[in-house]
């Protein structure tokens, strides 16, 4: 089935430990995004990729880091998480800039 | 800065409509999108408008004018199921997209 799959769907983790977020489309979608999603605020960028090969930082990239190898694969990576970082992080992926984004079902990320 | 406003949150009866609105205050407009997201689930592509007027998809309209930043989405025959939250998201002349906070949407019966 077509689609994005993120990975894990939930963690628990410590203060200060290294964890990487994964996500993967089969759409063949240029574009990727990391957001994260919080109670009473909107949906956040936190990194995004036009195509593979270039990322960029949207708007609380702070923490964060993302790589895009290849057309399917955007990892998202938290150096030394910290309890601000706990929230749910989506993935998304589009083709042009008039057409809807496409999201993975979610991370919940609870950082003690 | 950039800003979209929707309220927190509507009640409304099985059956009835709704009309939940968007206002928008944006460096530049490159569309503007509405999408559900059910407890616990990802956001799902509703609609898309571009151009000032009425956009109709079965028991889902959604209505733009750029000139007022407004934008709403009306739900008729309300059912149990369209109980979700709603979000309102703009692209801008980065072609970035801004979201509002979304509004949760009540169904009684």
């Known amino acids: 089935i077509a689609g994005i799959t993120q990975a894990p769907t939930s963690q628990i983790l410590a203060a200060g430990r290294r964890m990487t977020l994964r996500c993967t489309q089969d759409?063949?979608?240029?574009?990727m995004y990391w957001y994260r999603q919080d109670l009473g605020l909107g949906l956040r960028l936190i990194h995004y990729?036009?195509?593979?090969?270039?990322?960029g930082k949207g708007e609380v990239p702070d923490g964060y880091s993302v790589s895009r190898a290849n057309t399917d694969d955007f990892p998202l990576t938290l150096a030394s998480a910290v309890p601000s970082q706990t929230s749910v992080y989506f993935c998304a992926s589009g083709t042009d800039d008039n057409s809807p984004l496409h999201f993975g079902n979610g991370t919940r990320l609870t950082v003690t | 800065g950039q800003n979209i406003d929707q309220p927190t949150e509507m009640t409304a009866t099985e059956g009835a409509i709704v009309q939940i609105n968007c206002t928008y205050q944006t460096s530049g407009f490159n569309g503007l999108f509405w999408y559900q997201q059910h407890a616990g689930e990802a956001p799902t592509f509703l609609s898309y408008?571009?151009l000032d007027g009425l956009e109709e998809k079965g028991r889902f309209s959604s209505f733009l004018s750029r000139s007022k930043g407004y934008s709403y989405l009306l739900l008729k025959e309300l059912q149990m199921k369209d109980s979700a939250s709603y979000l309102c998201a703009v692209r801008d002349s980065n072609y970035q997209l801004i979201w509002g906070a979304g509004t949760k949407l009540i169904i009684k019966p």
């Open positions: 759409m063949r979608h240029n574009a």
């Open positions: 408008n571009v």
């Open positions: 990729s036009n195509t593979a090969g270039t990322t």
